[in-house]
């Protein structure tokens, strides 16, 4: 079955703007999690959404949001963006608590 | 809350080599523990996980782990590495019936003929 699929897989963005970033799980993964991953700060939680629900959220501003469409499929968006939001933004899916999270290749987010 | 600590940050090893990687926990409550394995510009994929039962787990690609919940440690092990091992290993832990997951710093592995 196919895996988790992120879109798109790399973008540039200039300080101040705002992105959206998409993520598709597995078939039947009603889980869907974010993670940033930077050199500095390595792969901190953003959310976690279940059912359309955000039911567990990280340690970031408010200019980091998301949502969960009644397919499952997610986005997340960050606002006024900031040069220290240049990283590697992974999601996974789940079926279960606990069980594997599947990963998606992730987006590689510069801003300039 | 619970927390991770890879003990080391880059593991150099010859082919055919063993390699331990070591990861310690701390957490209030009991937590299920992972490994997972990044190549380059990949997302994560999951090696081997402990949830209950014996402490020794076998994963894949011929890794294991063994939990000790008296040393809070998850070491992570393999007996013969290859060239494509050469990878970023995450250790991870979860609570009970939760799907978030907190990552170690991660250990750079690097493997040379």
């Known amino acids: 079955k196919a895996g988790v699929t992120q879109t798109p897989r790399y973008l540039i963005k200039t300080r101040g703007q705002q992105v959206t970033l998409s993520c598709s799980p597995i078939?039947?993964?009603?889980?869907v999690s974010w993670y940033q991953q930077t050199p500095g700060q390595g792969l901190q939680f953003l959310f976690e959404y279940f059912s359309e629900t955000q039911r567990n959220k990280g340690n970031f501003p408010g200019r980091f949001s998301g949502r969960q469409f009644s397919n499952s499929r997610s986005e997340m968006n960050v606002s006024t963006l900031e040069l220290g939001d240049s990283a590697l933004y992974l999601c996974?899916?789940?079926?279960?608590?606990?069980?594997?999270?599947?990963f998606g290749q992730g987006t590689r987010l510069t801003v300039v | 809350a619970q927390s991770v600590t890879q003990l080391d940050s880059q593991v150099p090893v010859f082919e055919e080599a063993p390699v331990e990687l070591r990861c310690n926990y701390s957490?209030?409550?009991?937590?299920?523990l992972f490994w997972y394995v990044q190549y380059p510009n990949q997302g994560l994929q999951l090696l081997l996980k402990?949830?209950?039962?014996?402490?020794l787990v076998k994963g894949i690609n011929g890794f294991e782990a063994e939990f000790n919940k008296s040393q809070t440690s998850f070491h992570l092990r393999k007996p013969s590495v290859h060239i494509s091992d050469t990878a970023e290993y995450f250790c991870?832990?979860?609570?009970?019936?939760?799907?978030?997951?907190?990552f170690g710093a991660g250990t750079t592995v690097t493997v040379r003929a």
């Open positions: 996974a899916s789940s079926s279960l608590p606990n069980a594997e999270a599947f």
């Open positions: 957490s209030s409550v009991s937590v299920y």
């Open positions: 402990y949830l209950s039962g014996s402490t």
């Open positions: 991870a832990v979860s609570r009970s019936n939760d799907y978030k997951l907190s």
């Open positions: 078939s039947g993964h009603r889980s």
